[in-house]
Protein backbone atom coordinates (compact mmCIF):
# COMPACT_ATOMS: atom_id res chain seq x y z
CA UNK A 1 0.00 0.00 0.00
CA UNK A 2 1.09 3.46 -0.79
CA UNK A 3 2.33 6.04 2.15
CA UNK A 4 1.24 9.31 1.49
CA UNK A 5 2.80 12.66 2.77
CA UNK A 6 0.53 15.08 2.77
CA UNK A 7 1.69 18.54 2.77
CA UNK A 8 -0.01 22.06 4.31
CA UNK A 9 -2.17 22.53 1.33
CA UNK A 10 -4.14 19.77 1.75
CA UNK A 11 -4.92 20.09 5.77
CA UNK A 12 -6.00 23.30 4.98
CA UNK A 13 -8.20 22.11 2.17
CA UNK A 14 -9.05 18.74 4.63
CA UNK A 15 -10.28 22.05 7.02
CA UNK A 16 -11.64 24.67 4.48
CA UNK A 17 -15.35 23.26 2.92
CA UNK A 18 -14.87 26.12 0.54
CA UNK A 19 -12.09 24.43 -1.34
CA UNK A 20 -12.09 22.72 -4.30
CA UNK A 21 -10.38 19.76 -2.56
CA UNK A 22 -11.87 19.46 0.52
CA UNK A 23 -14.13 16.59 -0.50
CA UNK A 24 -10.93 14.55 -1.45
CA UNK A 25 -8.73 15.80 1.21
CA UNK A 26 -11.00 14.23 4.20
CA UNK A 27 -11.49 11.38 2.01
CA UNK A 28 -7.95 10.91 2.25
CA UNK A 29 -7.61 11.93 5.75
CA UNK A 30 -10.59 9.69 6.96
CA UNK A 31 -9.39 6.75 5.04
CA UNK A 32 -6.92 4.10 6.27
CA UNK A 33 -4.46 4.75 4.31
CA UNK A 34 -0.69 5.13 5.50
CA UNK A 35 -0.52 8.60 6.18
CA UNK A 36 2.63 10.95 6.93
CA UNK A 37 3.15 14.92 7.08
CA UNK A 38 5.99 17.38 7.66
CA UNK A 39 6.66 19.05 10.86
CA UNK A 40 6.58 22.21 9.00
CA UNK A 41 2.91 21.97 8.17
CA UNK A 42 2.42 22.43 11.67
CA UNK A 43 3.74 26.04 11.52
CA UNK A 44 2.21 26.39 7.83
CA UNK A 45 -1.39 25.53 8.71
CA UNK A 46 -1.37 27.66 12.20
CA UNK A 47 -0.15 30.42 10.39
CA UNK A 48 -2.83 30.66 7.44
CA UNK A 49 -5.49 29.28 10.33
CA UNK A 50 -4.54 32.42 12.84
CA UNK A 51 -3.06 35.76 10.37
CA UNK A 52 -5.48 34.92 7.09
CA UNK A 53 -8.37 33.38 8.30
CA UNK A 54 -8.54 34.38 12.08
CA UNK A 55 -10.16 31.54 13.24
CA UNK A 56 -8.08 30.39 15.99
CA UNK A 57 -10.82 27.19 16.51
CA UNK A 58 -9.54 26.10 12.72
CA UNK A 59 -6.07 26.23 14.16
CA UNK A 60 -7.19 24.47 17.26
CA UNK A 61 -8.57 21.75 14.60
CA UNK A 62 -5.66 21.39 12.70
CA UNK A 63 -3.24 20.71 14.97
CA UNK A 64 -5.38 18.22 16.24
CA UNK A 65 -5.14 16.55 12.83
CA UNK A 66 -1.41 16.63 12.85
CA UNK A 67 -1.09 14.94 16.07
CA UNK A 68 -3.21 12.37 15.26
CA UNK A 69 -0.95 11.77 12.03
CA UNK A 70 2.03 12.10 14.60
CA UNK A 71 -0.12 9.13 16.71
CA UNK A 72 -0.28 7.32 14.09
CA UNK A 73 3.54 7.12 13.59
CA UNK A 74 3.41 9.88 10.71
CA UNK A 75 4.86 13.12 11.52
CA UNK A 76 8.42 13.51 9.57
CA UNK A 77 10.88 15.73 11.34
CA UNK A 78 12.75 18.10 9.68
CA UNK A 79 16.34 17.07 10.24
CA UNK A 80 19.31 19.11 9.04
CA UNK A 81 19.98 16.13 6.33
CA UNK A 82 16.76 16.37 5.15
CA UNK A 83 17.06 20.10 5.03
CA UNK A 84 20.15 19.91 2.75
CA UNK A 85 18.04 17.14 0.18
CA UNK A 86 15.73 19.95 0.18
CA UNK A 87 17.82 22.71 -0.77
CA UNK A 88 19.27 20.75 -3.39
CA UNK A 89 15.68 19.72 -4.80
CA UNK A 90 14.88 23.90 -4.42
CA UNK A 91 17.42 24.59 -6.49
CA UNK A 92 17.55 21.79 -9.30
CA UNK A 93 13.76 22.12 -9.66
CA UNK A 94 13.44 25.91 -9.18
CA UNK A 95 10.65 25.57 -6.65
CA UNK A 96 10.50 27.20 -3.01
CA UNK A 97 12.49 25.33 -0.13
CA UNK A 98 9.77 24.63 1.73
CA UNK A 99 7.59 22.57 -1.03
CA UNK A 100 11.51 21.23 -1.62
CA UNK A 101 11.04 20.21 2.24
CA UNK A 102 7.88 18.18 1.67
CA UNK A 103 9.40 16.88 -1.70
CA UNK A 104 12.71 15.81 0.27
CA UNK A 105 10.34 14.21 3.43
CA UNK A 106 8.18 12.32 1.01
CA UNK A 107 11.37 10.99 -0.35
CA UNK A 108 12.82 10.26 2.82
CA UNK A 109 9.97 7.97 4.00
CA UNK A 110 9.52 6.22 0.76
CA UNK A 111 6.23 8.13 0.45
CA UNK A 112 4.19 9.65 -2.49
CA UNK A 113 3.52 13.45 -2.13
CA UNK A 114 0.00 14.94 -1.97
CA UNK A 115 -0.67 18.64 -2.63
CA UNK A 116 -3.46 21.24 -3.55
CA UNK A 117 -0.43 23.08 -5.59
CA UNK A 118 -1.02 22.55 -9.37
CA UNK A 119 1.13 24.78 -10.65
CA UNK A 120 4.43 24.70 -8.42
CA UNK A 121 4.21 20.86 -7.35
CA UNK A 122 1.68 18.91 -9.22
CA UNK A 123 2.69 20.05 -12.59
CA UNK A 124 6.31 19.01 -12.42
CA UNK A 125 5.76 15.86 -11.52
CA UNK A 126 6.64 15.95 -7.59
CA UNK A 127 3.01 15.31 -6.21
CA UNK A 128 -0.41 13.68 -6.72
CA UNK A 129 -3.39 16.08 -6.40
CA UNK A 130 -5.84 14.61 -3.11
CA UNK A 131 -8.54 13.31 -5.70
CA UNK A 132 -5.71 11.07 -7.14
CA UNK A 133 -4.30 9.89 -4.12
CA UNK A 134 -8.23 9.04 -2.79
CA UNK A 135 -9.42 7.61 -5.43
CA UNK A 136 -10.33 3.94 -4.68
CA UNK A 137 -7.60 2.67 -7.17
CA UNK A 138 -5.01 4.32 -5.77
CA UNK A 139 -2.40 2.29 -5.95
CA UNK B 1 31.88 -7.85 1.39
CA UNK B 2 30.09 -11.02 -0.45
CA UNK B 3 27.16 -11.86 -2.44
CA UNK B 4 26.30 -15.13 -2.92
CA UNK B 5 23.09 -15.70 -5.99
CA UNK B 6 22.60 -18.87 -7.29
CA UNK B 7 22.48 -18.54 -11.17
CA UNK B 8 19.28 -20.62 -11.77
CA UNK B 9 16.60 -17.95 -10.73
CA UNK B 10 12.89 -18.83 -10.78
CA UNK B 11 10.26 -15.90 -9.83
CA UNK B 12 7.76 -16.98 -6.85
CA UNK B 13 4.97 -14.80 -5.86
CA UNK B 14 6.01 -12.77 -2.70
CA UNK B 15 4.91 -14.19 0.64
CA UNK B 16 6.02 -17.99 -1.13
CA UNK B 17 9.27 -17.62 0.39
CA UNK B 18 10.98 -18.37 2.34
CA UNK B 19 9.68 -21.41 3.57
CA UNK B 20 11.24 -23.13 6.83
CA UNK B 21 12.92 -25.25 4.74
CA UNK B 22 14.04 -23.21 2.28
CA UNK B 23 15.13 -20.49 5.48
CA UNK B 24 17.32 -23.18 6.59
CA UNK B 25 19.22 -23.01 3.60
CA UNK B 26 19.55 -19.52 2.81
CA UNK B 27 22.77 -18.25 2.95
CA UNK B 28 22.86 -14.67 5.16
CA UNK B 29 24.88 -11.66 3.53
CA UNK B 30 26.65 -9.73 6.07
CA UNK B 31 29.53 -7.53 6.35
CA UNK B 32 31.49 -10.20 9.06
CA UNK B 33 29.48 -12.96 8.28
CA UNK B 34 27.51 -12.74 11.74
CA UNK B 35 26.26 -9.38 11.48
CA UNK B 36 22.33 -9.82 9.75
CA UNK B 37 21.96 -6.82 7.37
CA UNK B 38 18.10 -6.15 5.15
CA UNK B 39 18.10 -8.82 2.97
CA UNK B 40 15.68 -9.61 -0.15
CA UNK B 41 14.98 -13.41 -1.75
CA UNK B 42 15.92 -14.90 -4.76
CA UNK B 43 13.71 -17.90 -4.99
CA UNK B 44 16.83 -20.62 -6.44
CA UNK B 45 16.39 -24.87 -6.85
CA UNK B 46 18.17 -24.31 -4.06
CA UNK B 47 16.03 -22.43 -2.07
CA UNK B 48 16.21 -18.91 -0.27
CA UNK B 49 19.28 -16.83 -1.03
CA UNK B 50 19.78 -13.75 0.29
CA UNK B 51 20.54 -10.89 -2.29
CA UNK B 52 22.43 -8.24 -0.17
CA UNK B 53 19.81 -5.52 0.29
CA UNK B 54 19.63 -1.71 -0.35
CA UNK B 55 15.85 -0.87 -1.66
CA UNK B 56 17.47 -0.78 -5.06
CA UNK B 57 18.99 -4.48 -5.01
CA UNK B 58 16.31 -6.03 -3.74
CA UNK B 59 14.54 -7.96 -6.55
CA UNK B 60 10.82 -6.82 -6.66
CA UNK B 61 8.77 -6.97 -9.75
CA UNK B 62 5.05 -5.18 -8.62
CA UNK B 63 2.78 -7.32 -8.73
CA UNK B 64 4.82 -10.55 -8.60
CA UNK B 65 7.61 -9.94 -6.37
CA UNK B 66 7.95 -7.86 -3.28
CA UNK B 67 10.81 -7.27 -1.00
CA UNK B 68 11.49 -9.24 2.36
CA UNK B 69 13.65 -8.20 4.81
CA UNK B 70 15.42 -10.89 7.36
CA UNK B 71 15.52 -9.20 10.52
CA UNK B 72 16.73 -10.37 13.75
CA UNK B 73 14.62 -9.76 16.61
CA UNK B 74 14.90 -10.15 20.40
CA UNK B 75 12.33 -11.83 22.51
CA UNK B 76 12.04 -12.99 26.23
CA UNK B 77 11.59 -16.53 25.95
CA UNK B 78 8.14 -16.86 27.66
CA UNK B 79 7.07 -14.93 24.78
CA UNK B 80 8.57 -16.89 22.42
CA UNK B 81 6.65 -19.90 23.90
CA UNK B 82 3.59 -17.65 23.21
CA UNK B 83 4.14 -16.47 19.97
CA UNK B 84 4.80 -20.25 18.99
CA UNK B 85 2.20 -21.41 20.31
CA UNK B 86 -0.01 -18.96 18.86
CA UNK B 87 1.30 -19.88 15.20
CA UNK B 88 0.45 -23.27 15.69
CA UNK B 89 -2.86 -22.65 17.08
CA UNK B 90 -3.12 -20.67 13.63
CA UNK B 91 -1.03 -22.68 11.47
CA UNK B 92 1.23 -20.22 10.82
CA UNK B 93 5.08 -19.83 10.48
CA UNK B 94 6.65 -17.95 13.79
CA UNK B 95 7.47 -15.19 11.26
CA UNK B 96 4.15 -15.21 9.55
CA UNK B 97 2.39 -14.78 12.92
CA UNK B 98 4.65 -11.61 13.78
CA UNK B 99 4.27 -10.44 10.18
CA UNK B 100 0.14 -10.60 10.77
CA UNK B 101 0.40 -9.36 14.44
CA UNK B 102 2.38 -6.10 13.06
CA UNK B 103 -0.07 -5.93 10.61
CA UNK B 104 -2.93 -5.85 12.64
CA UNK B 105 -1.46 -3.53 14.53
CA UNK B 106 -0.62 -0.99 11.67
CA UNK B 107 -4.42 -1.49 10.66
CA UNK B 108 -5.75 -0.74 13.90
CA UNK B 109 -3.90 2.43 14.66
CA UNK B 110 -4.72 3.61 11.33
CA UNK B 111 -8.35 2.97 11.59
CA UNK B 112 -8.05 5.00 15.17
CA UNK B 113 -6.71 7.87 13.61
CA UNK B 114 -8.96 7.91 10.72
CA UNK B 115 -12.05 8.25 13.42
CA UNK B 116 -10.03 10.96 15.64
CA UNK B 117 -9.31 13.10 12.17
CA UNK B 118 -13.07 12.97 11.19
CA UNK B 119 -14.47 13.70 14.90
CA UNK B 120 -12.28 16.67 14.54
CA UNK B 121 -13.16 17.53 10.75
CA UNK B 122 -16.89 17.25 11.34
CA UNK B 123 -16.15 21.32 12.93
CA UNK B 124 -14.91 22.10 9.64
CA UNK B 125 -15.30 25.85 8.86
CA UNK B 126 -15.97 27.35 5.41
CA UNK B 127 -12.98 29.97 4.80
CA UNK B 128 -13.38 30.72 0.91
CA UNK B 129 -11.41 28.40 -0.99
CA UNK B 130 -8.09 28.63 -2.95
CA UNK B 131 -5.42 27.43 0.03
CA UNK B 132 -2.79 26.55 -2.06
CA UNK B 133 -2.11 30.50 -3.13
CA UNK B 134 -2.97 31.34 0.37
CA UNK B 135 -0.70 28.95 1.78
CA UNK B 136 2.31 30.83 -0.48
CA UNK B 137 0.90 34.16 0.32
CA UNK B 138 1.60 34.26 3.71
CA UNK B 139 4.88 32.21 3.66
CA UNK B 140 8.01 34.51 4.95
CA UNK B 141 9.43 35.78 1.32
Not at chain 2, 48 to 74: D, F, Q, W, Y
Amino acid sequence: MTRWLLDASVLLAAEDRDDASHADARRLLEGTGRLATLDLALYEVTNVAIVAWKDAAAAHRLRGVIAALADDGGLVRAEPSLLETAAELAHVHGISAYDAAYVAAAAAVRAELVSCDVRAIVARGLARLPADAARPDAP
Amino acid sequence: MHITLDLSVRLVPAGACPSSRSQARARRVGRSGNEPVPVGYLATEYGCVGAHGTRESNLAIPGILSPVAKVMVSLPDDLLVDLDAEAARRGLTRSGLLRDLAQESLRRRGADRAARVGEILGGAGAHGGGVAELLKAHRPR
